[in-house]
């Protein structure tokens, strides 16, 4: 069973904590957008050498932490790094991606499926980073999954929703299922399309890191949802 509650978080804005221009902009940006979680990939922020001042900025925010394995490209790659991820940040849930292609970062479904189960297994709360496949969605909700993350599009392309179809079909599906869509969201109005789809929350990095006032779009973002 999952202890993850969407009514229990300050806001539907799920925020990563990657590729800003500094730790200050950064912490900034999350105070402008009060968000509900941060993301934090501890492969990718370890591996850039962000140092003491960046994990003390996000443990002063009091923010939920959702710890990801951003940059995995196998199974087994992604569960030891969850493993790691629960001894550091003292939480069993985990967004999970395991990369199938390098290009568009587009999630690998048959090692996100095997590395979900074996994770559950090891009690873990998965956050699946997904594509919008509805049969992929069903074999991970089977596997024990309560919360799915759908693309809207591939990882900081800012496309917006390129399926809407497909992401209404998801709602539908699972209609007591936390739905977040996760990856591609471009602007505020982006997000405002997911929520109308009766999504229950966003998550994104890109579109405020690299805007050219991260500030002021996080709190765009978080007017927007």
């Excluded at 590729?19 to 501890?42: C, F, N």
């Excluded at 007591?176 to 982006?190: C, E, Q, R």
């Excluded at 999504?199 to 996080?218: E, H, I, Q, S």
Aim: net charge neutral; aromatic share 8%; proline share 6%.
């Amino acid at each position: 069973m999952s202890d993850f509650s969407i009514d229990k978080l300050s806001s539907r804005l799920f925020l990563g904590t990657a590729q800003y221009p500094s730790p200050d902009i950064m912490r900034k940006a999350i105070e402008a957008a009060q968000p509900g979680l941060l993301t934090v990939s501890l492969r990718r922020e370890s591996a850039a050498g962000k140092g003491q001042k960046f994990w003390e900025i996000i443990k002063a925010t009091g923010i939920p932490v959702l710890p990801n394995t951003a940059g995995c490209h196998s199974a087994q790659e992604a569960i030891t790094t969850a493993e790691m991820a629960r001894e550091v940040f003292g939480t069993h849930w985990i967004k999970l991606e395991v990369i199938g292609d390098d290009y568009t970062l587009q999630p690998d479904p048959f090692a996100l499926l095997d590395a979900t189960e074996k994770l559950i297994a090891k009690g873990f709360t998965v956050f699946p980073y997904m594509t919008d496949d509805l049969v992929l969605a069903e074999k991970l909700v089977a596997a024990g999954c309560s919360i799915l993350m759908p693309w809207g599009a591939p990882i900081g392309s800012g496309r917006g929703l390129n399926n809407p179809y497909a992401l209404k079909m998801l709602r539908g599906r699972f209609p007591d299922k936390t739905l977040v869509v996760d990856a591609g969201i471009g602007a505020p109005s982006h997000a405002a399309a997911a929520m109308e789809l009766g999504y229950d929350a966003v998550l994104l990095n890109t579109a405020v890191a690299k805007a050219g006032d991260p500030v002021a779009m996080a709190g765009a973002f978080a007017k927007a949802i």
